[in-house]
């Protein structure tokens, strides 16, 4: 664990390729695009798949917008709400990563680690299961796959309460992109319609 966390604190910056897949009542979906992260917090999801999409955050506040519904969900990120939303996007930083521990308990799945553990993958991964501490929404069991040899978290797999699955899986990661400050700026379509702190319950 010591390993997971210190490669994480060394983490600047980095550009991937992602790829999400949602599992609710025998449904699936899938997404796709590149992501930008540069610290402190600051990350951008572009999608190719719903193309046009976005996820962007400059570290104070969090932009969603879903292009077909013309909408942008703009979420203030320093709102300290019991009903936030899972830590998932953020999971591959090192501010992530310290929630996620924080707020869940974790170990390995079985004995044997690290294993090959996915189809026409060599990669060897350490597994570990996440159950949260307090069942206040959002993702309440995670697992994730850590890359023995980099000790990057290359997939991850969530479900809520309701029984819904996320599996969202990194690829392609490079630490040497220049990424300027300003992708992290979101521009605000003048025809979208905003919805103010969507991730969060007040109760």
């Given at each position: 664990m010591k390993k997971i966390k210190n490669k994480f604190s060394k983490i600047e910056s980095y550009s991937a390729e992602f790829q999400i897949r949602t599992?609710?009542?025998?449904?699936?979906?899938?997404?796709?695009?590149?992501?930008?992260?540069?610290r402190p917090g600051k990350i951008r999801y572009d999608f190719s798949e719903p193309d046009g999409d976005e996820i962007v955050s400059d570290g104070k506040t969090l932009y969603i917008f879903i292009k077909r519904l013309g909408a942008v969900g703009k979420q203030d990120l320093t709102l300290?709400?019991?009903?936030?939303?899972?830590?998932?996007?953020?999971?591959?930083s090192a501010d992530g990563l310290s929630r996620l521990f924080r707020k869940y308990h974790y170990k390995f799945d079985a004995?044997?680690?690290?294993?090959?553990v996915i189809d026409k993958d060599p990669t060897k991964y350490f597994v570990l299961e996440l159950d949260q501490r307090e069942k206040i929404g959002g993702f309440e069991k995670m697992?994730?796959?850590?890359?023995?040899?980099?000790?990057?978290?290359?997939?991850?797999?969530a479900t809520d309460g309701r029984g819904k699955e996320t599996t969202i899986s990194f690829s392609n990661i490079n630490f040497q992109e220049d990424i300027?400050?300003?992708v992290f700026n979101f521009h605000m379509s003048g025809n979208a319609k905003i919805v103010n702190n969507p991730l969060v319950s007040e109760n």
């Open positions: 599992i609710e009542n025998k449904k699936e979906k899938f997404m796709k695009g590149k992501c930008l992260y540069k300290d709400k019991k009903n936030s939303s899972g830590p998932i996007f953020s999971a591959n004995i044997e680690q690290p294993r090959l697992k994730l796959f850590v890359d023995s040899e980099s000790y990057l978290i290359r997939r991850a797999v300027q400050d300003g």
